[in-house]
T-cell receptor, first 114, second 117 residues
Framework: KAGVTQTPRYLIKTRGQQVTLSCSPI?????VSWYQQTPGQGLQFLFE???????NKGNFPGRFSGRQFSNSRSEMNVSTLELGDSALYLC?????????????FGPGTRLTVT | AQKITQTQPGMFVQEKEAVTLDCTYD???????LFWYKQPSSGEMIFLIY??????QNATEGRYSLNFQKARKSANLVISASQLGDSAMYFC??????????????FGQGTILTVHP
């Protein structure tokens, strides 16, 4: 089975722009979670989608949004980029909800905001 | 709120030796899962091992074992027979059961492990 894929892998944007990141989960996985990783804040949970519904959201401003499509692929969008949004964005998928099943992570998208 | 604490920013170990990476957690939930992930310099998070809060036996996966002490709220990772390829950042993470925790892993700050030849 193919792993979780994320596109693009690297991205450079200018402050004020918006960006869309894509995540394709492992085939058959319906839950997708997104995380932001920065040197200062570490790994922080953004949101989780299951069957096209956002079921959980972390403590991020409304500039961060996401969605999930019927094929379980997910996108996250960041509008009005700020320098502090520079980070590694990781998505992870799992077959079912709930604890007991590990999340499988993609390689991440490294976003640089200048 | 749930919290994960990893008190060792960096650890060094000699190749073929065993090493323990510390992790303590805080939660008011009775049902939760504890995970360890490895992150090489490439950035991808690699799942290593899982322990459920109701599991009475310590989890083991090959060279990895989890020393779970529920009363002390600790979930230390033990890597036996260290290899050069084990050099990486290691994260302890927790997921609580329940609707407000869907898909949310709470991570510690990580421990950088360096294996010396």
């Amino acid at each position: 089975k193919a792993g979780v894929t994320q596109t693009p892998r690297y991205l450079i944007k200018t402050r004020g722009q918006q960006v869309t990141l894509s995540c394709s989960p492992i085939s058959g996985h319906r839950s997708v979670s997104w995380y932001q990783q920065t040197p200062g804040q570490g790994l922080q949970f953004l949101f989780e989608y299951f069957s096209e519904t956002q079921r959980n959201k972390g403590n991020f401003p409304g500039r961060f949004s996401g969605r999930q499509f019927s094929n379980s692929r997910s996108e996250m969008n960041v509008s009005t980029l700020e320098l502090g949004d520079s980070a590694l964005y990781l998505c992870a998928s799992r077959p079912v909800a709930g604890d007991g099943y590990e999340q499988y992570f993609g390689p991440g998208t490294r976003l640089t905001v200048t | 709120a749930q919290k994960i604490t990893q008190t060792q920013p960096g650890m060094f170990v000699q190749e073929k030796e065993a090493v323990t990476l510390d992790c303590t957690y805080d939660t008011s939930d009775q049902s939760y899962g504890l995970f360890w992930y490895k992150q090489p310099s490439s950035g991808e998070m690699i799942f290593l091992i899982y322990q459920g809060s109701y599991d009475e036996q310590n989890a083991t996966e090959g060279r990895y074992s989890l020393n779970f002490q529920k009363a002390r709220k600790s979930a230390n990772l033990v890597i036996s027979a260290s290899q050069l390829g084990d050099s990486a950042m290691y994260f302890c993470a927790m997921e609580e059961a329940g609707g407000t925790s869907y898909g949310k892993l709470t991570f510690g700050q990580g421990t950088i492990l360096t294996v010396h030849p």
